[in-house]
Every structure is written in C-alpha cells, then in structure tokens.
C-alpha cells in the first residue's frame, strides 16, 4: 500500500488559516472556555457561546465575578473544542483524539448598547436551539438588567483540526495491533417535558426539530 | 418514573463539595482545558486529561511552548467540564445547559521519574479507551523523551452541576410555551480500520468493549 492512499486526503494533525473552517466550527459547537486572570492567577470556565458575525458572544450574570472581570476589559483567551473521536494507533503514543480545536484570544467589548444588547442575547438563543426565539416572550429590563453580555472580535485565533488516521511507523504497520479510528458525537435523546407543564402543550416546532435531527453526526 | 426523571428532580444548579462527585466527572470526561498564563496574558488550550488518585494527568509534546510552561510550574487553571444538554426553558433568561463543570487550581508537578512518567502515561491511555494497555507494546524510550507529563494535585477545586428542570416564574408556567430539557451525550460510531491495516486483524477486545457501550448515556 502507498504512502499516499496511506495517509488518503487528510494530514493527521493540521493548523487552519481559513475563516470559513473557523466559522464552522463556531456555528456548531456552542461551549466555550474562558480564560481569564484574577489576582494574578489564570481561571478557566465553561460558557456558551456564539457567534454573531465578527465576534464571538458569551453572556453570564452580574453576579459572577469571573464575568465581570471579563466585562471589565481583562485580556481573555476563548477555546472552543468539538471532539470528534478516538484515534486508536498502534502504540500509545501515536494514539491521540480527534478534535477541532480554536483558540481566540483579545479583549471583549462589554456590551451595553440596549439594542445591540438584546439583539446578542436573541443570538446566544438561536445558536443553541434555532428557531426557539420566535416561541418564547421577549426578555424583560429586569432580566436584561441581570445579564452581562461581551463580544470578543474575531481577529486573533487559531485553528487546529486533528481528522487524521493513525499515523504509525512501518514497524508498527507490521505488527499485530488493531489500528482505527472510533467516531464520536454529541447524541441528543427525545425531549422530556418539565413535570409544571401545563397539561395540552405540546412539544413546540424548534424542540421537535432538534429532536428529529439528534444522534446525527454533525460534521 | 424512570432512574432518568428521578435523577432530573435535583435542583437547577448546585455546587458539589463532594470528592466523589468530582471523580466521577474526572473519570468520565477526559478532554480539559487548561488556562495558563503566557507573556502576561491569559492562554487556554484543550488537552486530554485522566485522573490518577489525588491528582489530574495531562501531557503534551515537548515541542509545545504552552505545556512547557504548564511543565516549568505556572499556575494553572484546568476545567473539565460535560455537556448532558439543553434546558428548555419558558423564557430565554431561564433557559440554559445541563453542565457537570470541574475547575481545579494549583501548580502542575512535571513527572520526570521514569517509573512514574512510564505509569502516568498508561493511566492517560487506559482512561481514554479501557483495556487498550496490554494491546499495545511498551512506548521506546525516545517516545518518552519526546512526552512532557505533568500532574495537578486534586486540592484546589470546584465542582458545579446544573441537572434540574426549568425554573420558571408562575407567570411564565401559566403561558403557552413549552418547557423541559433535551438531553445530551457523547455517542461513539462503529470503529473505522485504518487503511493500512494488515488484512486479517480483527478488532481488538478493548475497541469492541467500547464499541458496544457506545451511544449510551453515560451519566
């Protein structure tokens, strides 16, 4: 067998400078993790995120201190992870994961503008469950009130995508290990109904569309 | 009821203080994110991550600039964190995810005991695809080399699960919308064999295990 059928179209690991594969990644994960320094220490957590345009929007409460150092103007880095598989090789160390990984990194813009405001949180709703904006109230001033929302300009970022197959050495080739990859996805199950429900509501058009289009491989 | 909506009826969000509770994320989610601070500014960066007793395992290439510095003992911030889906709610404010999130503190230990070195690196692959160790060969010393491994004490962290129902004020529960929750896992497919697989070698113990137990909900 070739090197090249080998190795087929994909490099195992490769940096990607196009926007496009960037946007991709960012219009279908929407878990993001932010990096932040408070008290000289780095802190890392977990928020959804999305994308709107040139800027990558997270929001969180007033009342969490992490989120107000990033509102306040602190230098944050954003990674944004879809894990795609398990790359099992012939050796441990050639084993490894199959991911996109984007890390961006600058300044977030605290956004106040009570337009411009309210128009990235009907974003942040879109991007996790589209078309459920339209079902729902619009946001009251006291919940806008309690939200902090930022926007990080896409300007500075990186993008790795790991979607090879193992890359062992001839010596291992010949050896008797297995050698595959084992896909892997995010699986959504049938919408389960809050037990306060009021008896004759139905499940609404974008959960059943979500539910319909769940376990499917997303890439 | 189900084990399902039993589990469901814990309240929205919670902060763990329990040790198990952290090591049963810790040893069902193996990809972290790590937040370490380079040039003055905040870094976060994806890494796979397997527990160890009292300490969190992650390693890296040597050719990283970033696990260097985790490797020469800068404090860091690493978050484990799982997905298990979307809480629907009656309003966009209250809507949300159902999250297990991990963020630990400390400073890294670069393990440069061989034995120690040669054992983390088995519990990092064992983690990630149970009973793959004794399939594979031993790693060469020059793949060793070429591996920086590192552990965080497990001494420094916080643990916050959000597992619960909408919580909607009665304004909003008396309204039309649909409320509840979509959850969500990670499924894995039907291993894919390498292309250059030497015909004849079937899929080992370990990958069909996993194989088997894939697509279901892992909480």
């Not at 345009?53 to 009342?63: E, K, M, P, Q, V």
């Not at 919940?143 to 890359?167: C, F, N, Q």
């Amino acid at each position: 067998m070739t090197e090249q059928s080998t190795r087929l179209t994909r490099i195992p690991e490769k940096a990607r400078f196009e926007r496009a594969d960037l946007d991709q990644l960012l219009d279908t994960v929407h878990i993001g993790h932010v990096g932040v320094i408070v008290d000289d220490l780095p802190v890392v957590f977990p928020t959804a995120v999305a994308r709107d345009g040139d800027r990558l929007l997270i929001h969180g409460s007033t009342g969490s201190p992490w989120m107000r150092r990033v509102a306040d103007g602190a230098p944050v880095s954003i990674a944004v992870t879809g894990f795609d598989g398990l790359v099992v090789a012939r050796s441990a160390f050639e084993s490894s994961i199959h991911y996109r990984s984007a890390v961006l990194f600058g300044t977030c813009q605290h956004i106040t503008d009570a337009a411009d405001k309210a128009h990235c949180l009907d974003q942040i709703t879109g991007a996790l469950l589209p078309g459920r904006l339209v079902e729902l109230r619009p946001p009251t001033k006291k919940e806008l009130a309690a939200t902090l929302v930022m926007a990080l300009p896409i300007e500075r970022w990186s993008l790795k995508v790991s979607a090879g197959w193992p890359d062992d050495p001839p010596d291992d080739v010949a050896g008797p290990a297995w050698a595959g990859v084992i896909p892997a996805w995010i699986s959504y199950g049938d919408p389960i109904a809050a037990p306060d429900l009021t008896a004759g509501i139905a499940v609404t058009p974008s959960v059943q569309r979500f539910a319909e289009n769940r376990s499917s491989d997303p890439r």
